[in-house]
């Protein structure tokens, strides 16, 4: 077959992410498979030699693998000694405290975002999911009324925030720098956090009425309390550790002269990898002996956290081998060379693209993975001079519209005891807010660059 070009290769691009939504969404086939089923069945059409389909498609999932799996593993350990050593736990005691109880909806989304920066949404959540069941009936009020900071908290930091995995895989495709995307996400992710969660919250809340009674929260407030806790403060140093020595590789050639021994160090400890091999090291020590665990146990832990991740990692493999099919293909010249003539901003395609990805695929990290992909060749044919606000713009995309294919969405509705509906009118309302916001917030931002 011969090569396809202009607007049948952008037709068949477009039948490609309408047969991954409609396979995903309206007939519930596993994701993994019908991303690699389109992926093959786009580059046939597109009329690549089908002796080179399937080892494109392998060397995109190679590559994208070789970086995530490790930031994936490093970090559910990490998140594994979090909840195991009641680290967590304190980090909610003591904001709580610090806020008040009629504040606690303040409390919520600030624990959120602290506690959700080494982990997954999934983890994240069902981490803290006790805590917001455990004050909503300290305080009196909905669970809605703690629940929907919680979760706009870790949305946010999931989306926008190294070091996540898919963040961090938009800043390697982006070639962009770390530090400076950790301090832009900060500045867009707080006031969109704000919005979309407290401020959203008092809205909404008024209009959902929950059951009275809800079947998980008994489990929850009749668990026995943690003995021995580690302190806040030797808590928040573990959480945030990755977090400062990326900082520090992002401002190696300010802090240190360009090829000096000091600046190699620098750049060294603040490679993802490096900073959450670190983080994690130190979490076995101030998370785990030090609260009284053995060797034995702290094995057992990090062996048995990395099961739960296989089916994100295929997941966001495959989205690595679809990037990889959509360039050699020549989709993304064809989108060069539409974006010229329409003179569209590489801000919109990377939103734009991870929104078609999210509702398609229903994973936000798929989506900002599969969107940075399709979109940093453009950029850097374009010459866009931010690519710190191209990875925060193709995050805000990726939380869009979270609907049925979303693990998160049936997560929130179940342990919240909603309906359809109500999962509808509280958090997929959130999870778009979020994304609208961040995105306009990242164009006001790129106005003064």
């Known amino acids: 077959m011969a090569p396809a070009t202009g607007s049948w290769l952008l037709g068949y691009a477009a039948v490609a992410i309408i047969a991954l939504i409609v396979l995903i969404a309206r007939y519930r086939l596993n994701p993994f498979i019908v991303i690699t089923l389109v992926s093959v069945g786009l580059a046939l059409m597109a009329g690549m030699p089908p002796s080179g389909v399937v080892s494109a498609y392998e060397a995109g999932v190679g590559k994208t693998l070789g970086h995530i799996a490790l930031v994936v593993a490093l970090g559910t350990m990490l998140g594994k000694l979090m909840a195991e050593s009641g680290g967590a736990e304190q980090v909610a005691r003591t904001l709580i405290d610090r806020f008040g109880e009629r504040n606690a909806h303040w409390a919520m989304v600030c624990i959120a975002f602290l506690v959700g920066l080494p982990l997954f949404f999934e983890v994240g959540f069902v981490l803290l999911v006790p805590i917001a069941f455990t004050v909503a009936r300290r305080v009196g009020v909905s669970l809605l009324m703690v629940g929907l900071p919680m979760v706009a908290g870790l949305s946010v930091v999931h989306a926008l925030v190294p070091p996540h995995p898919g963040a961090m895989l938009a800043v390697q495709a982006y070639q962009a720098s ?67 020595l990326m900082l520090l ?77 959509l360039i050699d293909s020549g989709v993304t010249e064809q989108i060069v060379g539409l974006a010229h003539e329409f003179q569209l901003s590489p801000l919109w395609m990377g939103w734009l693209f991870a929104v078609l990805m999210r509702v398609a695929t229903g994973s936000a990290t798929v989506a900002l993975t599969t969107a940075s992909g399709v979109v940093a060749p453009v950029a850097v044919g374009l010459g866009y001079p931010h690519p710190e606000l191209l990875v925060i713009a193709t995050g805000a995309g990726s939380v869009i519209l979270s609907h049925v294919n979303d693990g998160g969405f049936w997560l929130v509705k179940e342990y919240f005891n909603m309906t359809v509906i109500q999962t509808f009118k509280t958090w997929t309302v959130l999870e778009t807010l979020i994304s609208v916001i961040a995105f306009g917030l990242t164009l006001v931002l790129a106005e003064f660059l």
Do not use: D
Request: aromatic share 8%; hydrophobic share 50%; charged share 10%.
């Open 249 to 325: 590789g992002g401002w190696a050639n300010l802090l240190a002269e360009p090829g000096t021994g000091l600046n190699q160090f620098l750049l060294f400890i603040g490679n993802s990898v490096i900073a959450l091999l670190v983080a994690t090291l130190v979490s076995f020590w101030t998370l785990g002996l030090a609260q009284g665990m053995n060797r034995e146990s702290i094995l057992k832990f990090t062996n048995e956290c990395l099961a739960p991740t296989a089916s994100i990692t295929l997941l966001v493999g495959a989205g690595g081998g679809l990037n990889r099919i």
């Open 178 to 244: 770390v530090g400076q995307t950790l301090v832009y996400a900060l500045l867009i992710g707080v006031p969109t956090a704000i919005i979309a969660g407290p401020l959203y919250a008092r809205f909404i809340v008024p209009h959902i009425h929950l059951p009275a009674q809800n079947p998980l929260e008994r489990q929850f407030i009749a668990r026995e309390p943690r003995l021995r806790l580690p302190s806040f403060r030797l808590t928040l140093a573990t959480i945030l550790l990755p977090v400062v």
